[in-house]
């Protein structure tokens, strides 16, 4: 029977919902900005292009890592705001000072421009630059990406930025400080949960639950669609970032897990029941769940290969196939390839509801 019935809590990053009028973007609309922005960085002929873009581009990093104000970067004193000890930035004015720490890659990144030839002459107002300007470089970036104008100014990676962090189990109060904002209630809007969101998180805990499972692969999402006959049952979840996962169980654990439209839930699969195959391959077989992805690693050993890739969307999965299999693949870091799985291969874990 491939559904579970776990007990704990639920873990509030997963199910929260943002204030409509909180303009943020998803993982694939970030990806395809970074990489429309890097794109045009990285086409410059000219020294004094290349000079101008990579400054657009950490402006650009920054904003996206940070969570600062456009204003606060183009500020900035490079010489004085970096704590290379804590890989950190030094933001705020002198009543609100505070320190953001920045992923490892994107520190070492700013620090190698700035202290390299591109940065000699420039110390301390190596970001000052026209906020008018950088907001059309955002703007013709965006159009590259297939976003709408609304969706490629500073702010909304400031906002899209407070959803990471609050997505990641940041706790709110965390998100406001990082963002410098003096109000728990400017926060707020960017998490906001369903009275049936409320009582999964109160009587039930995801991170236990998936504790009690040996799967690599776990989607968290809600269910959307539900078809059933008098002994099988399809479940279709969708999960936050849109990605539709079918799993087929029996009747009678529809019944058990109480399951309606709506219901939160996190679908897993062992390792060796995903597959995977280069992009444009033709495969056989009636596999309902099939994404692309981009290679990350892979493990061989004389028996076993492991393959972990990408989706689009930023989730990671996990594949485990013969050692043959692997070889004819011939499988590289950054490769296009489709993981696929049936979904009999699908666990469902929910929650249960209690009342207090």
Not at 6 to 25: A, D, I, M, Q, T
């Amino acid at each position: 029977m491939n559904a579970n019935k776990p007990s704990g809590k639920v873990c509030p990053r997963e199910f929260f919902r943002v204030s409509e009028h909180v303009k943020y973007l998803e993982p694939p609309q970030v990806l395809a900005f970074e990489r429309a922005f890097s794109q045009w960085k990285d086409s410059a002929k000219r020294a004094d292009s290349i000079r101008a873009r990579m400054r657009m581009w950490l402006i650009f990093l920054l904003l996206r890592h940070s969570g600062a104000r456009l204003g606060e970067i183009l500020s900035l004193d490079d010489a004085t705001c970096f704590d290379v000890g804590s890989t950190a930035i030094r933001l705020g004015s002198e009543d609100r000072k505070r320190s953001v720490p920045l992923p490892d890659e994107v520190f070492s990144q700013i620090m190698g421009v700035l202290d390299g030839p591109m940065g000699c002459g420039a110390r301390g107002d190596f970001f000052h630059a026209d906020p008018g300007y950088f907001r059309r470089i955002c703007y013709a970036r965006g159009k590259e990406a297939g976003l709408p104008r609304e969706l490629s100014g500073p702010n909304v990676l400031r906002n899209t930025r407070a959803v990471e962090m609050l997505r990641s189990g940041v706790p709110i109060t965390v998100v406001r400080d990082v963002l410098g904002q003096s109000s728990l209630d400017l926060t707020a809007c960017f998490q906001q949960f369903s009275p049936e969101d409320m009582h999964s998180i109160v009587h039930s805990a995801q991170k236990a639950m998936l504790r009690q499972t040996s799967a690599r692969n776990s989607f968290v999402g809600h269910v959307t669609r539900i078809r059933q006959d008098s002994v099988m049952a399809e479940v279709v979840m969708e999960t936050r970032s849109g990605c539709e996962i079918s799993a087929v169980i029996t009747a009678d654990s529809l019944h058990s897990l109480d399951l309606k439209e709506g219901s939160p839930l996190v679908a897993t699969v062992k390792a060796p029941l995903v597959n995977v195959m280069r992009c444009g391959r033709e495969t056989a077989g009636s596999a309902r769940n099939r994404f692309h992805a981009t290679i990350l690693r892979v493990t061989d050993s004389p028996v076993i290969s492991e393959v972990l890739g990408r989706l689009d969307d930023g989730t990671d999965v996990c594949a485990l196939i013969s050692a043959e299999s692997a070889s004819e693949l011939a499988l590289q870091h950054g490769d296009e390839v489709e993981f696929w799985f049936k979904a009999l291969s699908v666990v469902l874990n929910t929650v249960r509801l209690e009342t207090v």
